[in-house]
C-alpha cells in the first residue's frame, strides 16, 4: 500500500496510508496490529501510526535512494517510488499479493483494469510482475509540463479473467466481475426466469425497468446487466414485509446461474468449409479444448515446468516486443511464450520474430531512441540475449525454427499422468532454484572453462553447433555429456532431414535432380512444371514465379550461364552441377532414401 497511495518519513516515522475504502484502511489496522504490534488510528478516508524503524524500512526497500537530484527537487515525491528488488524473485503467491495491495490502493477498475504512477520504474516494474504471473498490460506516458509526466498501465483485456483469479484486489469485486463477464459472456434460454421474476414483481406494483422485456424476447442475457437487475430486484423486495413466492423463487434460481463458474457465449452460426487438409484432430486438455492440424499436446504444461526451475522466469502468451528486450536487459530473464502462432501473422509479428532470430546467440544487441532527463532523444543498445522457450500448436517459420531446438510432444496414454498437475506452490521449487542459483555462482569458471576448450561433435555443425555448444559443455559438468551428445546428434539430423524434404530451396533441387540427366540448357517453364507436378500436387503456388526461381537458382549458384530466345529464359545445367548443390544442401542423401 506504500507503493500506491502511501508516504513515510525517516525523519518523524510519520507512515501514511490513503484510501477511500473503509475496508481497505481497517486492514491495514489489522496488519500492522498483528505483525508489527503496532497501533494506528483510522481517520477520514487514511490510516496513520508513527515508527522511525518501520518508516525507515518502508524508506529503504519501496523508494530510489537518495541522490542529489532527489533533494533538489522532490524529497519523497511518488516519482522515486520502486518495488522491492526481492519481489522479481519472490514466490507467486508473494507476488499475487503485493500486486493485489498496489491495486487496491491505485488501481482504477471501469471499463478497463488501469493504475497509473509518477515512477516510470514502478509502473515498469507492475509490469514485469503481472508477466510473472502471465498477464500482459500495456504502459504509456502522459505528459504534463505543469505537474510532470505520469505513466499508466493497462491490463490486457484477454488477461482481465486471469487477473481477477491471481490478483486478489480489496473492494472492487465487483467491478472486476462485471469487466470479466462483459457483453461476451451470455446467459441462454433463461428468458423464462427473467419473465417468472417480472411477473411476481409488476403483480404486486413493484416495476425494475425494462431489461427483462428486451432480453426476454431475444433470450439471451450477459451476466452484467442480469447481475444490475438482481440487485434492484432484491433491494424491491427488501422493502416488502412479506415474501413474493413467484418473484423469490426465480430471483433465487437466478442468483445460483450468475455464481456458477460456467460462462457462456452465444453461437451467431454454423456453416460448412471446405477443409484445407486431409486430417483434423480434435484434442481436450485440462483447460481447453482445441483442433489442429499438427499434434502438439500439453505445450502449456511444459513452460509451467520450466517456469518453476528456470532463472528469473516469465512466461506469457501476449508480450510486445518493446517488453523483450527490456526485460531481458532488466533482469536477464528466461522468456516463456506461450501461443507463438500469433507470430505468423501480424507486422507486429514480423518484428517479434526479428528480434527473436537476431538474440539466439549473444553480441546482436538491439538499437531504441530513449528520452534522457533533459527530454533529449538518444540511441540505447539493449540485449535481447537470454534463454526463450516458445510453444504453440503449428509449428515455427523457418527462419526461426533454425535456430531453436525443436520438440514435439505426443499425448500420453497414462491416465495418472495425463491428470497430474504441476503445484505451483510447491515450496521445493524454491530450493530447486536457490540450488541452481548456487551453482551458477561458484561453478560458472569450471563451466566457462569446459565452453572455450569443448569441440566440435560429428553431424552437429553450423548453427546446431552454436545451439548446442553451451548444453553440452553444462552436460560435461554434470557428467552426462555422451547422452547430450547423442541427444543433439539426433535432433541436428532430424532438422537437417525436415530441411531437405520439406524447404522450398531442397524442393526446387530434388525437381532439378529429376529432370537435369544431360548437359543442356532448361527453360524455366520445364523447371517450374516439374517442380508443381511432383511437389505441390499439380497447383502453382502463387509466389512460384519466373522471379523466384532465378532468385533461388543464383543463389544456389545454378544460375551462371542463362540465355533468352522464344521459348523464354534458358539456364545452362549439368547432372554435377546438380549433384554438388545437392549435397551441400544435405539433399541428396535424402533424396536417395526416398527413391529406395
Known amino acids: 500500500m506504500v507503493l500506491a497511495e502511501g508516504s513515510a518519513s525517516e525523519k518523524t516515522g510519520y507512515i501514511q496510508f490513503s484510501n477511500h475504502n473503509t475496508e481497505v484502511l481497517e486492514l491495514l489496522a489489522e496488519i500492522s496490529h498483528k505483525i508489527f504490534k503496532l497501533e494506528g488510528s483510522i481517520g477520514t478516508n487514511v490510516f496513520y501510526l508513527v515508527n522511525k524503524n518501520l518508516s525507515r524500512w518502508l524508506k529503504k526497500i519501496c523508494y530510489i535512494p537518495n541522490n542529489q537530484v532527489q533533494r533538489q527537487y522532490h524529497k519523497d515525491g511518488a516519482q522515486w517510488k520502486r518495488l522491492p528488488s526481492f519481489a522479481f524473485s519472490a514466490p507467486r503467491d508473494f507476488i499475487s499479493s503485493l500486486l493485489g495491495g498496489y491495486f487496491s490502493g491505485d488501481g482504477y477498475i471501469a471499463k478497463e483494469i488501469t493504475v497509473a504512477s509518477k515512477s516510470k520504474g514502478l509502473i515498469f516494474g507492475v509490469s514485469s510482475l503481472l508477466l510473472t504471473l502471465g498477464i500482459g498490460a500495456s504502459t504509456r506516458i502522459h505528459r504534463n509540463k505543469k505537474y510532470g509526466n505520469s505513466y499508466e498501465l493497462k491490463v490486457l483485456t484477454n488477461d482481465n479473467h486471469k487477473f481477477t483469479e491471481l490478483i486478489p484486489v480489496i473492494g472492487k469485486e465487483f467491478k472486476l466481475r462485471d469487466i470479466c463477464w462483459g457483453r461476451t459472456d451470455s446467459l441462454k434460454q433463461f428468458g423464462s426466469l427473467f419473465k417468472s421474476l417480472q411477473r411476481g414483481l409488476s403483480a404486486e406494483g413493484i416495476g425494475i425497468g425494462n431489461k427483462i422485456h428486451s432480453h426476454s424476447v431475444r433470450r439471451v442475457m450477459s451476466r452484467g446487466v442480469a447481475s444490475q437487475i438482481v440487485s434492484t430486484a432484491e433491494r424491491a423486495l427488501i422493502k416488502r414485509e412479506e415474501q413474493i413466492i413467484g418473484a423469490k423463487d426465480a430471483l433465487d434460481k437466478i442468483k445460483i446461474l450468475l455464481g456458477a463458474d460456467v460462462f457462456f457465449d452465444e453461437v451467431k452460426s454454423i456453416c460448412e468449409v471446405q477443409p484445407s487438409n486431409n486430417y483434423v484432430y480434435d484434442f481436450s486438455t485440462d483447460n481447453e479444448t482445441f483442433i489442429a492440424g499438427n499434434i502438439v499436446a500439453h505445450n502449456t504444461k511444459m513452460l509451467t515446468l520450466t517456469q518453476q526451475m528456470a532463472f528469473n522466469s516469465i512466461s506469457s502468451g501476449n508480450i510486445s516486443t518493446a517488453s523483450i528486450f527490456r526485460i531481458v536487459e ?95 506452490g510447491d515450496s521445493s521449487w524454491q530450493e530447486i532454484r536457490d540450488r541452481l542459483y548456487m551453482l551458477a555462482l561458484t561453478k560458472w569458471k569450471e563451466v566457462k572453462e569446459i565452453y572455450d576448450n569443448t569441440k566440435p561433435v560429428e553431424k552437429v555443425k553450423a548453427r546446431n553447433w552454436e545451439i548446442w555448444k553451451p548444453i553440452i559443455a553444462l552436460a560435461k559438468l554434470c557428467g552426462i555429456k555422451d547422452e547430450m551428445i547423442t541427444c543433439a546428434q539426433v535432433k541436428s539430423e532430424e532438422k537437417i532431414y525436415e530441411s531437405s524434404v520439406e524447404a522450398d530451396d531442397s524442393l526446387l533441387i530434388r525437381a532439378l535432380l529429376d529432370i537435369v540427366k544431360s548437359d543442356d540448357y532448361y527453360t524455366r517453364k520445364a523447371i517450374q512444371s516439374s517442380l508443381v507436378e511432383n511437389y505441390y500436387d499439380g497447383i502453382s503456388p502463387k509466389w512460384l514465379s519466373g522471379e523466384w526461381l532465378g532468385r533461388h537458382l543464383k543463389r544456389q549458384g545454378l544460375a551462371i550461364n542463362k540465355r533468352r530466345n522464344s521459348n523464354g529464359v534458358s539456364y545452362h545445367l549439368t547432372p554435377e552441377m546438380i549433384k554438388v548443390a545437392a549435397t551441400r544442401m544435405g539433399v541428396l542423401n535424402t533424396y536417395i532414401d526416398m527413391e529406395i
Not at 502462432?341 to 526479428?354: A, M, Y
Open 330 to 424: 532488466g533482469s536477464r530473464a528466461t522468456l516463456l511464450i506461450d501461443e507463438a502462432e500469433k507470430l505468423s501473422f501480424t507486422d507486429r509479428g514480423q518484428e517479434f520474430r526479428n528480434i527473436l532470430n537476431a538474440s539466439y546467440k549473444p553480441g546482436n544487441p538491439v538499437y531504441r531512441t530513449e528520452k534522457n532527463s533533459r527530454e533529449q532523444f538518444i540511441v540505447t543498445a539493449f540485449d535481447a540475449y537470454s534463454p526463450k522457450m516458445l510453444a504453440n500448436i503449428s509449428g515455427l517459420e523457418d527462419v526461426l525454427e533454425s535456430r531453436v531446438i525443436p520438440w514435439v510432444l505426443l499425448r500420453t496414454l497414462d491416465t495418472q499422468i495425463a491428470n497430474r498437475e504441476i503445484d505451483t
